[in-house]
């Protein structure tokens, strides 16, 4: 275990600016996928099911 | 969930393997449903022992201090944003060779992600870089070529989303994305060739890794993580565009019916 406390782990040696920030950068922009990835998935079976059947090709 | 392959339409000759069973979107689609869940649930294991293992279990660098951790989040995200433009580019010349839809769309679906990682990789670079290098950027041969992997990811997108016709679309991004391919070994040879500021290869496939094991260990299980992930991503997203592109089809009907 590498940390003594909550506040050295926050710190992390004084560099707590730059690993903090490209970690929270990192998870909030997967996030960020995910989310839109879920919506546009719901979206489009949304919009199919509103438009109802296909039009009938020849 | 209801599985809505029309085996009649996909039955061989008898005796004649259809290699083509799997590449058609209809057959494709539950496939990615039934796999996407396990993908992700890979990939958020993976990223909590590999984190666990970065602050954890890794020691502070006797050289950087504590500011080197945020290679178990740049390495990975860097090798990814170069293997994903490579299997996109391999989709796309799948896809002009056989002139088959689902390579096209999948190829499409690939590349969101593979921008994201090229950009996770830059930002955490200029992160780390600011204490160590003491720059956010500088125009290294490194730096600068992943930045125009950047820019090939967002031209992909943009020349497919300009053009109407799906297919049409899919033929010209194809090229493109063939044509950017040689990027990725310009970048990943870009330390060696003009050895400017970015520090080169401690992990490579011809020689033993200059790193520490609990160092090693943890940027490895991270990158499988971010491999997961964007399997489950690119998965998630091909079926969204599966949907889109054959709305008129009959399954896709039924798979909305099915879902109401």
């Known amino acids: 275990m590498n940390w003594e406390s909550l506040e050295a782990f926050i710190a992390m040696g004084g560099y707590g600016l730059y690993v903090w920030g490209s970690y929270a950068v990192t998870f909030a922009l997967v996030a960020l996928?995910?989310?839109?990835?879920?919506?546009?998935?719901?979206?489009?079976?949304?919009?199919?099911a509103r438009i109802g059947a296909p039009r009938r090709r020849s | 969930m209801p599985r809505f392959i029309d085996v009649e339409t996909l039955r061989p000759a008898p005796g004649r393997i259809n290699w083509f069973k799997y590449s058609s979107p209809q057959t494709f689609f539950p496939l990615a449903g039934a796999a996407v869940p396990w993908f992700?649930?890979?990939?958020?294991?993976?990223?909590?022992?590999?984190?666990?293992?970065?602050?954890?279990?890794?020691?502070?660098?006797?050289?950087?201090?504590?500011a080197y951790r945020i290679i178990f989040i740049h390495v990975p995200a860097a090798w990814m944003s170069m293997f994903i433009y490579l299997v996109m580019a391999f989709w796309?010349?799948?896809?002009?060779?056989?002139?088959?839809?689902?390579?096209?769309?999948?190829?499409?679906?690939?590349?969101?992600?593979?921008?994201?990682?090229?950009?996770?990789?830059?930002?955490?670079?200029?992160l780390w870089g600011k204490p160590t290098w003491g720059t956010w950027w500088v125009?290294?041969?490194?730096?600068?070529?992943?930045?125009i992997l950047l820019f090939l990811y967002f031209g992909f997108m943009a020349l497919t989303?300009?053009?109407?016709?799906?297919?049409?679309?899919?033929?010209?991004?194809?090229?493109?994305?063939?044509?950017?391919?040689?990027?990725?070994?310009?970048?990943?040879?870009?330390?060696?060739?003009?050895?400017?500021?970015?520090?080169?290869?401690?992990?490579?496939?011809?020689?033993?890794?200059?790193?520490?094991?609990?160092?090693?260990?943890?940027?490895?299980?991270?990158?499988l993580a971010?491999?997961?992930?964007?399997?489950?991503?690119?998965?998630?997203?091909?079926?969204?565009?599966?949907l889109e592109r054959e709305r008129n089809s009959d399954w896709v009907a039924q798979y909305i019916e099915a879902s109401k």
């Open chain 1, 33 to 48: 996928e995910v989310v839109l990835l879920v919506l546009r998935g719901r979206g489009i079976v949304a919009q199919l």
């Open chain 2, 40 to 66: 992700a649930a890979a990939a958020a294991v993976l990223c909590a022992v590999g984190l666990y293992i970065g602050f954890f279990v890794a020691p502070t660098d006797q050289q950087q201090g504590e």
């Open chain 2, 92 to 126: 796309a010349g799948v896809g002009l060779v056989l002139n088959t839809r689902l390579s096209g769309m999948m190829a499409s679906a690939l590349a969101p992600t593979g921008a994201l990682f090229t950009f996770i990789a830059l930002w955490t670079g200029a």
């Open chain 2, 139 to 147: 125009w290294d041969a490194r730096l600068t070529s992943e930045l």
């Open chain 2, 161 to 223: 989303a300009a053009i109407d016709d799906p297919r049409r679309a899919d033929r010209a991004a194809a090229l493109f994305a063939l044509v950017g391919v040689v990027n990725i070994p310009i970048i990943y040879f870009s330390v060696q060739w003009w050895n400017t500021l970015h520090q080169g290869a401690s992990v490579s496939l011809t020689r033993a890794p200059t790193m520490a094991a609990t160092m090693l260990a943890g940027m490895i299980v991270m990158a």
């Open chain 2, 226 to 242: 971010f491999w997961m992930y964007s399997i489950a991503a690119a998965f998630a997203r091909a079926r969204c565009i599966i």
